[in-house]
């Protein structure tokens, strides 16, 4: 694709007719490749690789998933906005933006049948597997040479490097688990939403309140798509469990999601849903269905990500006065924390040399920038305000704290979310303890939980032991069984 097209109409395009669109390209190994030409990797004094002169470089099209299926006009019109000012910068791109949105099911989809965008995300859970895996590209010498790979919190880049440290995918999210409630629903039940619950007592009678006060759930589970157990180890590590073990001297992985910590958790559960029928009557949400339902008033509280604000502002039409989030309660444990997460992008493993450079360039440009300068923070916030898109959502820092600490006085005139209300939260998170995800075949082993999660909720009589007994077998399974080369 040489010429630019009119971005508007191609993305109302896709979503009218839900055409996924896939750059041409040729099939390329996953084997590490070289670093960009001299030319267009050497880092200028901001860090930000510097395009060379337009006649060195051939047209190039890349796609990108970095537009939610159901986003707001708003939303498309910020996107849109940064792309234009990165086809400025580089003037041989051009940057055709995909509806895209990462679900456990959908993703093996498209990565099977080749139809994920140059460009996309997983969460950090995926990393390690699909880089064993060959599914994504080896991007190490064109990350380092813009000049700031030594900034990232290595907490987080180690999500996306192989074993020798080499980066295959570039962490641009972080967050820590968290509560989530309605304010406005905690006020009609007469609860007071500056004071949410900080024990998971308190988080029980609360939800007891708000359902029998309004007639909606006082607390939702996950249970679908993944996310049942992703949520369920949620609850675990912040009781003190762990779903699995890995011995120091022999690096035998095993699985523990049958230990007593998920037992109590589960235990929880089953007395929201049939002691104290406060969980409603839907017990099949996903990520995308729990925030709907939250956004329209019809859940108290629920678990899930500290930055999930934005999604539902762009996607559901939440109501900036019915936000709330606090920390997740942590038992007396010494081992309880918070589970904490994010996510990574990564390059199409089909994909060509020129649309790899430039798929790097983007992800600097798009999501790193914004992070690290005060240029890019400012000019972030600033498209993002200008089209009524949420700026300042608390997140965790992808560089070291001081740099995010710094971009959040870089934006500060900028920030329009209710951060008055997500003090609970901000004012605590740093303080607790943060857990990683299970490291080894994380994805199967929340899979094989969902079903667990749904048991409970719908058959009063499950056995939660023998439901976890069976779910740990077969995670062992999947963990001893070697994976495919």
């Known amino acids: 694709m040489t010429g630019k097209l009119n971005r508007r109409f191609l993305t109302l395009a896709m979503a009218a007719l839900a055409v996924v669109t896939v750059s041409a390209c040729s099939a390329a190994s996953a084997t590490p490749t070289a670093a960009p030409a001299a030319a267009t990797d050497a880092p200028t004094a901001a860090g930000t690789a510097a395009p060379a002169a337009t006649d060195t470089h051939k047209p190039v099209s890349i796609t990108v998933g970095v537009l939610r299926p159901g986003a707001t006009q708003e939303a498309t019109d910020a996107l849109n906005l940064q792309i234009t000012e990165f086809e400025a910068k580089y003037p041989w791109v051009t940057v055709v933006p995909n509806e895209y949105n990462w679900t456990a099911p959908t993703f093996t989809a498209q990565l099977a049948g080749g139809t994920l965008p140059t460009v996309f995300n997983i969460p950090f859970t995926d990393g390690k597997g699909l880089i064993a895996q060959h599914q994504i590209v080896n991007i190490d010498s064109r990350v380092r040479a813009l000049g700031y790979a030594d900034k990232f919190n290595p907490n987080v880049l180690v999500n996306g490097e192989d074993a020798d440290g080499k980066i295959y995918a570039v962490p641009i999210t972080a967050y820590g688990m968290s509560l989530t409630y309605n304010r406005t629903l905690f006020t009609q039940a007469g609860l007071d939403p500056n004071k949410p619950p900080t024990t998971w007592d308190e988080v029980k009678a609360d939800a007891k309140i708000i359902a029998t006060k309004t007639g909606v759930a006082g607390f939702a589970q996950m249970a679908t798509q993944n996310t049942g157990g992703w949520q369920l180890t949620t609850m675990t590590y912040a009781l003190g469990g762990r779903m699995e073990t890995v011995d120091a001297k022999t690096g035998k992985v095993t699985a523990t999601v049958n230990n007593s910590y998920t037992k109590a958790a589960l235990t929880y559960l089953q007395g929201l849903r049939w002691t104290d029928n406060s969980m409603g009557s839907t017990f099949d949400y996903n990520w995308g269905t729990i925030n709907q339902e939250f956004a329209a008033g019809q859940i108290g509280m629920f678990t899930g990500g500290s930055d999930l604000y934005t999604a539902m502002v762009q996607n559901d039409a939440l109501k900036a006065a019915d936000y709330g989030i606090t920390t997740i309660p942590l038992a007396s444990d010494p081992n309880a924390g918070v589970l904490g997460g994010g996510n990574l992008v990564a390059v199409n493993v089909i994909s060509t040399e020129a649309q790899r450079d430039a798929a790097v360039n983007f992800i600097d440009f798009y999501y790193m920038n914004k992070l690290r300068t005060q240029a890019g923070a400012v000019a972030d916030a600033q498209a993002l305000k200008a089209n009524n898109q949420p700026v300042g959502v608390p997140a965790l820092p992808i560089f070291d704290k001081a740099t995010y600490d710094q971009s959040l006085v870089w934006i500060k005139d900028y920030i329009n979310v209710p951060t008055d209300q997500m003090t609970p939260f901000t004012s605590k998170i740093n303080t607790q303890p943060l857990v990683t995800e299970p490291r080894y075949n994380t994805q ?39 994976a495919a080369s």
């Open 444 to 482: 199967d082993l929340y899979k094989a939980l969902d079903p667990v999660v749904q048991a409970v909720l719908t058959d009063k009589n499950a056995d939660i032991s023998k439901l976890l007994d069976a779910a740990n077998v077969a995670v062992q399974k999947i963990i001893d069984t070697p």
